[in-house]
């Protein structure tokens, strides 16, 4: 253990700690990103990482600063065409966890990435669902990485981008999917699991150094906490080094010669 | 059957005011430097088709020349929003544009159904989802075996696309590698295909029998653009310029900025800047 | 996560009575070994799906392996017929079979939809022909945008698939090269995957980007037998031996001079036999 | 003009004659393979032969014996997926002529190589269709080659394996066909095109040394004549020569080495 990291980097590594050997992962960047390849780096050096871009089997040395740099392709067992990369391998049933974020997200795991405000009269648009409308229901599960802000966690989202539970309890089996939908939500805060039965996010470890009103205060909705709430183990030497590491040398090969 | 022209010669006889184009490139071999001849060329009222609209689609968004985007991920890849796209959406600047949204799923499914010919395509997707709701284009088929209700949406079948490349044999069979993402699917799908290429080369002879490779009956025009991704990227070639989209951001940021930028950097030039763009990279 | 075994483990672990097998490759690389093998297991009430039944399924119907027969093209390619499974068709000889018979287009789309993970596939085809009014498995749906009446065939999902292939790397994952046929769909429909290779070697590292692979976790068994497409053919290994399919038809029109030839050639050999046959080829 | 060729010699080389360097043919093994390889060997260097094992713009220097040999992939542009073949390049409208046999055979182009006899108690069980329901749809034109023979060339199919004209008349745009279907049929005996309206085929020009007696005798149904019935140009000796380097070359190579 060690007592200097901050809140992002208990995010990503508590994220890495939920991969193994035999997970496939449809990777998105930024902090799935570094949690994937911290896993391979440390726990999980047999884990499959993919990208839409259609990179299968990818082990970059660097963070790719987009899902199709070519670090990406240059590591990977095989790249195949982006039809190929969501018709055989998503909506195919191949992959078991895809990352998601969001910019709303409410307490069944759904997500907004597409508006805020009206549609049609947008206050803010987004970029849009992407991937995400068919990671969220094709992947065996969905883990969710995202900093908490009021803004973010919201009592109800402006756009359905992605489903998660819905409504929460059967709403998923009820519209016929057979995937299992967000099971992990990982904060720089804290980490959440869905109610077995309510399918509502559950926080049941802190990070450390977090407490009950921290969590409360950065979530729009009425935070359920475990009856057996943990503390959430802090990063080991190894970790934390893994993904300083690997974040030293993203930067250093992206200012190492212009723009690469 | 493959015409070698000039890259002014090639968008002025394959992109007309009013076509629906694609200017496709998934992260890789986006066409930066077709975006700027026809941005030079003043074409208007374009429907544009592409999954990630990108830089190239902000670009000709930002000069008035789209009454149309389809698309299904509008941000600057690694960086955020794309900001004349937001304006335009959001102010009506320069031009109100109407938008039609999808999943990456659907599209990459629409442009396969376009090359397969066919009128729809039929996948499992927007469970659960809002867009089917804002998008009519999003509607359903259900299956004759098992009653599952599968997603359907029009195929792509734009007018013209345009794509960049490895390279071209003198014949103008066109070579892709690396993520290919839907380069062959676009191309297929078109009526016209124009594309840039780093490099001419005599002949595919020696390569590998399972290539990504479009024969030249498939293309219209092929034109020689050294660089013509920049600040995209060709494998083999040169690097992302990630610099590039991040400087974009606050490019985009600012309507003078932007003006400004875009009259030195894409009006006042040509095809040829772009082998130095890429040079060190 | 693909296990090396021997292929008698690899086809005893993976293949069962009753189940709905696809013995894939489309001329090239047909997995005559495991086939034998099969037959030597002596599995029965089997489903078997294949675009062209060949040589393979001739000798399983021959033995009487087969419950039903999934095909396209029931022809001993550039030879003629197949006798028999014309035998069994005509006059329930060793047993009567059931068969479902498909175009190629419907049989590839059914492969393609099965490793897409839909329930059925849809295309343009069978338009004004027979096949519908025998085979109740093609159905139609119709577009929701141009009101187009398309064919609409079930997915092919085989409990188990075997192919051959030219390379394992020492992890188990697959390089198929040359003519690849539907091994890629096949493999990815089926619930559990059988490859017999040429080779292995240590890795895939120093590979074009975009080959035909399929990765070690789609993979149940690998199985190393060098010649085991013969009389098929590897690419890169050795050449079809057309003499051996000139000679089928001789030895298939006579049922007695067809089980004495299986008894030597199949029965009383094994998978070791393969690497002979094709010295000189 | 040489005086010295067989029926089938004259088969092949009028519809070779029938290519241009502009088409994009499916080809089928034996007489079409034949056609289309003399053609490319003559007056159409730059045509483009694609065979349904996927190898696209092939140049064998000897003529296949099944539609997947080695040769075909080694010497052709690209090689791609069976299911691409058929969704892309024969649904995507992308070939120009296709070529087709057939056992049973009816005077609007209809096809039968499925079974003799009642589907369920055949007679004789035939192949099937294999690529022909969706080549004679989805090609441009379709050229059928075929040795005369009134059990070939019937009065009414036993079963409709692939359509041609249907009964005639404008059946294939009633079906929502925008292909032309069968356009030419090229016999040992005659060259035969539809008359524009009936579609019924009619033959225009007869082989030298062929008499009507000699066509109607082969033929099922009564034959129509065009009012300008012409001879068949003979082969040349160009065609001739590059017919017969290309069978020996072919034979050679099969017994050159076993089996090759």
Redesign the interface.
């Given at each position: 253990m060690t007592s200097d990291f901050t809140p992002n980097e208990m995010m990503t590594i508590a994220a890495s700690r939920a991969l193994s050997n035999?997970d496939?992962c449809f990777v998105g960047?930024g902090a799935p990103s570094a949690a994937c390849n911290v896993a391979r780096l440390t726990h999980a050096p047999e884990i499959?990482l993919i990208y839409?871009?259609?990179?299968?089997?990818t082990a970059p040395d660097v963070l790719?600063?987009?899902?199709?740099?070519?670090e990406?392709?240059?590591t990977?067992?095989?790249?195949?065409?982006?039809?190929e990369?969501?018709?055989?391998w998503?909506?195919?049933?191949?992959i078991s966890i895809g990352f998601l974020s969001a910019a709303q997200l409410d307490r069944f795991g759904n997500i907004n990435t597409?508006v805020i405000g009206d549609?049609?009269k947008?206050k803010?648009?987004?970029?849009?669902?992407?991937?995400?409308?068919?990671i969220?229901?094709?992947c065996g599960q969905i883990f969710i990485t995202m900093k908490q802000a009021t803004r973010g966690f919201v009592e109800k989202l402006d756009?359905?981008?992605?489903?998660g539970h819905?409504d929460g309890g059967d709403?998923?089996q009820r519209?016929?999917?057979k995937t299992k939908g967000p099971t992990l939500l990982i904060t720089d805060l804290a980490v959440w699991k869905p109610d077995p039965e309510s399918k509502e996010f559950t926080a049941v470890s802190m990070h450390r150094g977090v407490t009950r009103d921290m969590v409360q205060e950065t979530c729009g909705w009425k935070v359920r906490f475990s009856d057996r709430l943990e503390e959430t183990p802090s990063p080991t030497e190894l970790e934390l080094s893994t993904l300083r590491d690997l974040q030293r040398r993203t930067e250093l090969a992206?200012g190492g010669?212009?723009?690469? | 059957m493959a015409k070698f022209q000039s890259l002014p010669e090639a968008v002025a006889e394959n992109l007309h005011d009013g076509d629906i184009a694609a200017f496709e490139g998934?992260?890789?071999l986006i066409p930066h430097a077709a975006a700027h001849e026809a941005i030079r060329q003043g074409r208007k009222d374009l429907t544009l088709i592409r999954?990630?609209p990108d830089i190239i689609y902000d670009q000709m968004i930002g000069m008035g020349m789209a009454k149309k985007v389809v698309?299904?991920?509008?941000?600057n890849?690694?960086v955020g929003?794309?900001r004349r796209?937001?304006d335009a959406?959001?102010n009506g600047w320069p031009r109100s544009i109407e938008t039609l949204?999808h999943?990456?799923?659907a599209m990459?499914?629409a442009?396969?159904a376009g090359a397969a010919g066919l009128p729809c395509a039929v996948?499992?997707?927007?469970?659960?989802?809002?867009?089917p709701k804002?998008n009519p284009e999003i509607r359903s088929v259900t299956c004759p075996f098992t009653g599952?209700?599968l997603a359907a949406v029009p195929a792509h079948r734009p007018d013209v696309a345009l794509i960049h490349a490895q390279k071209a044999s003198r014949r103008g069979d066109i070579l892709i590698e690396?993520?290919?993402?839907?380069q062959?699917?676009v191309a297929l799908a078109a009526r016209r295909v124009v594309v840039t290429v780093e490099e001419i080369v005599d002949d595919f002879d020696d390569l590998h029998p399972n290539l990504?490779i479009l024969p030249h009956w498939t293309i219209a025009s092929v034109a020689h653009v050294p660089g013509g991704a920049h600040?995209s990227?060709t494998?083999g070639y040169y690097?992302?310029?990630?610099?590039?989209?991040l400087l974009w951001d606050k490019i985009s940021a600012d309507r003078a900025l932007f003006t400004e930028w875009m009259q030195k950097n894409v009006l006042d030039a040509g095809p040829e800047v772009f082998a130095a763009r890429v040079e060190?990279?």
């Open positions: 035999k496939v960047i499959t839409e871009s259609g990179t299968i089997g790719p600063l987009s899902i199709g740099d070519g990406l392709c240059e990977a067992l095989t790249t195949v065409a982006v039809p990369m969501f018709r055989y998503l909506q195919g049933g191949r597409t549609y049609r947008p803010v648009r987004l970029p849009g669902g992407g991937g995400a409308p068919e969220a229901t094709s756009f359905y981008t992605s489903f819905g709403h998923r519209l016929g999917l992206n010669k212009k723009g690469q | 998934f992260t890789h999954m990630t698309f299904s991920y509008a941000g890849p690694g929003l794309l796209m937001r959406i959001e949204e999943s990456h799923a990459a499914n442009y396969e996948f499992r997707g927007y469970v659960g989802a809002d867009l804002v599952e209700k690396g993520i290919i993402g839907v062959k699917e990504c600040p990227y494998q690097a992302r310029d990630n610099a590039a989209y060190g990279l």
